[in-house]
């Protein structure tokens, strides 16, 4: 979901951002694993784990991240909604640990129930979602502005920050995995477009 703003007397689009200071990372985590039902921890934890869409998050299933013997996969494999295309990823040890509890804790779950249950029925909605994501920051008062968007924009920032130094294809394999068509469309969306050039000047020395 994107916010309408008025500036200089014209609506304009307000972009959703990604989470950039790992404190605010870690506040949300603490608030959330204080809460007794685990579910909204786990969703913040997984979606910047693993960088999907909100819509292809929430229709996650016990199936599609538990082994038949219900320990969890090391990788899933899902179709998009959106790009009707297949999407192979890895549940790393941010996303395990998370959960693993979460699991054993669901009584008598069935492997086409959904991982994220909504307390009405179904999967949390990505309107849900946004709620949850937009009430957390403000009420730990983490200035932006952030919804469902930000878990896969903070998953993307973060790959792209911790390894550009060390790996210069970074940029095309993160376009890849957010399915863009160019780069600048990946700079643009993780929002480190400004950061980029301030780089490319801080690196000019003559």
Do not use: W
Request: glycine content about 4%; hydrophobic content about 35%; overall charge positive.
């Amino acid at each position: 979901m994107i916010n309408l703003v008025k500036k200089d007397g014209v609506i304009k689009a307000q972009e959703v951002e990604p989470l950039k200071n790992i404190k605010d990372i870690n506040k949300i985590k603490i608030y959330f694993r204080g809460k007794e039902d685990k579910r909204d921890y786990i969703i913040f934890v997984v979606g910047i784990n693993i960088g999907l869409r909100a819509s292809d998050l929430l229709q996650l299933k016990l199936k599609d991240v538990l082994n038949l013997d219900e320990s969890i996969k090391d990788s899933v494999m899902i179709q998009e909604q959106k790009t009707r295309k297949i999407r192979e990823f890895k549940l790393n040890k941010s996303c395990k640990e998370a959960l693993e509890p979460y699991i054993k804790d669901l009584n008598n779950a069935d492997m086409e129930d959904y991982l994220f249950p909504s307390r009405k029925g179904g999967h949390l909605t990505v309107k849900s979602l946004h709620k949850i994501i937009k009430s957390i920051t403000r009420e730990l008062n983490i200035k932006g502005n952030y919804g469902t968007h930000t878990l896969r924009k903070t998953f993307a920032y973060h790959i792209y920050t911790n390894n550009i130094q060390d790996n210069s294809t970074i940029l095309h394999t993160l376009q890849k995995i957010l399915n863009h068509s160019t780069p600048s469309m990946t700079l643009r969306y993780i929002g480190i477009t400004k950061e980029v050039i301030n780089d490319v000047y801080d690196g000019l020395n003559l």
